[in-house]
Nanobody, 117 residues
Framework: QVQLVESGGGLVQPGGSLSLSCAAS????????MGWYRQAPGKQRELVAA???????NYGDSVKGRFTISRDNAKRTAYLQMNSLQPEDTAVYYC???????????WGQGTQVTVSS
């Protein structure tokens, strides 16, 4: 299995910024697409951003222009730069990594992001 560990969550004021990191453990399994998802209380988990191994990106409509996803393949790590944060961004953010040519994916434990004055 591939273990994912997120870090960087915390409390930030509206308009502020946070950077999240997701580090995948070394294993025999390569990693293809990595993504960030979030889930707020009472809401469904939603896509925040995803990035392929080649660097192609996709963003949820609510974060376009504010969040940027990137990755370092050598470090098996994905990043999420979050700018202009708003209270509506408050959620637990989860990292996901897919194993190519399979239906398998791994999820991180989640990191809390709270945007509040």
């Amino acid at each position: 299995q591939v273990q994912l560990v997120e870090s960087g969550g915390g409390l930030v004021q509206p308009g502020g910024s946070l950077s999240l990191s997701c580090a995948a453990s070394r294993s025999i399994f390569p990693i293809s697409t990595m993504g960030w998802y979030r889930q707020a209380p009472g809401k469904q988990r939603e896509l925040v951003a995803a990035i392929t191994s080649g660097g192609s990106t996709n963003y949820g409509d609510s974060v376009k222009g504010r969040f940027t996803i990137s990755r370092d393949n050598a470090k098996r790590t994905a990043y999420l730069q979050m700018n202009s944060l708003q209270p509506e961004d408050t959620a637990v953010y989860y990292c996901n990594a897919r194993i190519p040519n399979t239906n398998f994916s791994s999820w991180g434990q989640g990191t809390q992001v709270t945007v509040s004055s």
